[in-house]
């Protein structure tokens, strides 16, 4: 812990070292969540944190570099190169030189050999691993079960990112609730409206007047064929004034190759089905603003930042019934079950009498809570430690 002297008074910087693996890619729900964070708590000046990653931070992240309290330490040899590698050895021999008060494992593990004298934090966000563990690439799948529970047992507290996620993770790890507290992914409303005073481009400019939406990675546990099928059969069955097309926002993940090349193919956008890869946030926030009905048929999720953000603009959505949506949607939105008649027939009757959606009282995802919340729980961690 360094100490900083003005005047008389010494103030304790608290240094805190950061897995930022999730910003060497584009945005990702994981990656919205940790820069919600860091954002708010960067410009404390109590603070200051070391992110550490194998590869640049992507541009949708720079901001953060922008602040006094942020430094990145990118990995420079061939060990860093490797995600795998960087992670088991490399990252390990760079916080060994570093004194750090605490480190933030932010994608639910922690490196191996963290010294004893580190306090721990880890964000928990779902357990796909155990639960969906086929969605999940075969090498991902192992390092994940591999770091896992150990992470779990050497953590000194637990944030797990919904009340779904905490309760998962008790039941499946037998971790008392006194040691968890559950920090919402952060959305800051104010920045996310401001979004659609910018111009999206010619993509979102392009798009029909009406349309449904899913935003997410395509990849299998977000169970686009799912809705794929449903919507083909809509499309046999709905009036063709009153039929809308499907836009899907979102990067192309761990998917059935040949699924992706339907997606993309000249036939799937004849039918009615538009894929924007890669979205800005400017597209997507003009994306949600301009859609009719949000749908999110997902399989599995710890939280589910797509649907906050759909309903922060008081979209009508319709989502699988899973208790993490009902967390976040209450009584407000539709859930269905995973059977394809269903959803089917829900978008039929959306068409044909459309409505609007109900207001949800989002203020407890709010960025500055979560915020907070990370903030406090950093201090008590170091307290607990005697390091502050």
């Known amino acids: 812990m360094k100490k900083k002297e003005y005047s008389k008074n010494i103030i304790h910087t608290i240094r805190i070292g950061v897995d930022a693996r999730p910003f060497s890619t584009p945005v990702s729900g994981v990656g919205k969540m940790i820069h919600s964070v860091l954002f708010d708590l960067g410009k404390d000046t109590s603070f200051e944190f070391y992110l550490f990653s194998h590869k640049d ?37 760079q916080l060994r030189k570093m004194r750090l008060d605490l480190f933030w494992g932010t994608q639910q593990v922690f490196p191996p050999f963290l010294s004893r004298k580190t306090a721990t934090i880890l964000t928990y966000n779902d357990l796909v691993a155990y639960r969906f563990p086929n969605t999940m690439r075969t090498l991902a799948r192992i390092q994940q079960k591999f770091y896992l529970a150990r992470s779990i047992k050497r953590a000194d507290k637990l944030l797990p990112i919904s009340e779904s996620t905490r309760n998962e993770v008790a039941e499946f790890f037998h971790v008392p609730l006194e040691k968890m507290q559950v920090v919402y992914p952060g959305i800051e409303l104010s ?29 299998p546990r977000k169970n686009y064929q799912f809705l794929y ?3 083909v059969e809509y499309s046999k069955s709905v009036k063709l004034n009153r039929k809308l097309s499907w836009v899907i926002g979102g990067n192309a993940g761990w998917e ?13 956008r004849a039918l009615g089905i538009i894929w924007i890869e890669s979205p800005t946030d400017v597209e997507l926030a003009h994306m949600y603003e301009k859609c009719a009905l ?52 829900a978008l039929l009757n959306f068409s044909k009498k459309p409505y609007l959606g109900k207001k949800v009282d989002i203020r407890k995802f709010y960025r500055s809570v979560a915020a907070k919340t990370v903030s406090d729980q950093i201090r008590e961690v170091l307290k607990s430690k005697n390091l502050v």
């Open 57 to 93: 931070i992507h541009s949708s992240y720079a901001n953060l570099l922008d602040l006094p309290g942020i430094r990145f330490i990118k990995g420079e040899s061939f060990f860093f190169k490797k995600g795998g590698l960087y992670f088991a050895i490399a990252l390990p021999l």
């Open 191 to 219: 920045e996310f409206k401001g979004l659609l005073k910018k111009k999206p481009g010619d993509r979102v400019d392009s798009l029909p007047k009406k349309f449904f939406l899913s935003v997410s990675t395509v990849e």
């Open 229 to 231: 099928n449903a919507y």
């Open 256 to 268: 059935d190759p040949k699924f992706i090349e339907t997606l993309r193919s000249p036939e799937s």
């Open 294 to 345: 949000f749908l999110f048929s997902s399989l599995y999720e710890g939280f589910g930042i797509p649907l906050l953000e759909a309903l922060s603009l008081q979209k009508p959505a319709i989502v699988t019934d899973l208790s993490v949506f009902r967390e976040i949607g209450g009584d407000k939105i539709q859930y269905l079950k995973l059977e394809e008649k269903l959803w089917t027939l």
